[in-house]
């Protein structure tokens, strides 16, 4: 079998990235979500001054996974954060190490990077992901609560709106 590399997404990867989007919101039942097309990618991943980055994990010449990273910031540790927003690796590569490749590949630019954090979000009902990111010594941040504004609520609070409270 190949060993697995890790590699920088380029744009020539658009296609594979936005299969393994696809793919991963399947898996998360949320495929309907998912509306970037591969002008998104284009312009986000592959711009000038990208604020989000992409890498490929492949055995030999056949992508098996990708991950998506960012760039957070606390003022508390007065430091970058690294921010891991997708991991997915393709079912029938599971369990031959392309995930912890990943993880680990994300762990040493977070090192690099001089990153304070390494941080990802997981479903509750993810008991695989969960069990492995316990055995690395991961601990859930079970204090804080995630809030999202979307779609007709973004826009109304970028244009001064609030909601009447009842």
């Known amino acids: 079998m190949p060993p697995l590399t890790i590699r920088a997404a380029t744009p020539a990867d658009i296609p594979v990235i936005l ?14 979500e998912v509306l970037a097309t591969p002008d998104h990618v284009q312009r986000t991943l592959f711009c000038n001054q990208p604020k989000v980055f992409g890498l490929i994990c492949e055995q030999g010449d056949t992508p098996v996974g990708f991950a998506v990273y960012f760039f957070n910031y606390s003022t508390w540790q007065g430091r970058h954060g690294l921010y891991l927003e997708d991991l997915y690796v393709a079912p029938e590569h599971r369990g031959q190490g392309a995930g912890m490749a990943l993880l680990q590949h994300l762990a040493q630019i977070a090192v690099a990077q001089d990153c304070g954090r390494f941080e990802w979000s997981v479903l509750d009902w993810n008991t695989p992901s969960i069990a492995l990111y316990d055995s690395l010594g991961a601990r859930p941040q079970s204090e804080w609560i995630r809030y999202r504004l979307t779609g007709a609520e973004l826009q109304a609070l970028a244009d001064g709106a609030r909601p009447q409270t009842p």
Do not use: Q
């Open 19 to 32: 299969h393994f989007v696809r793919a991963l919101a399947l898996y998360e039942k949320a495929e309907h």
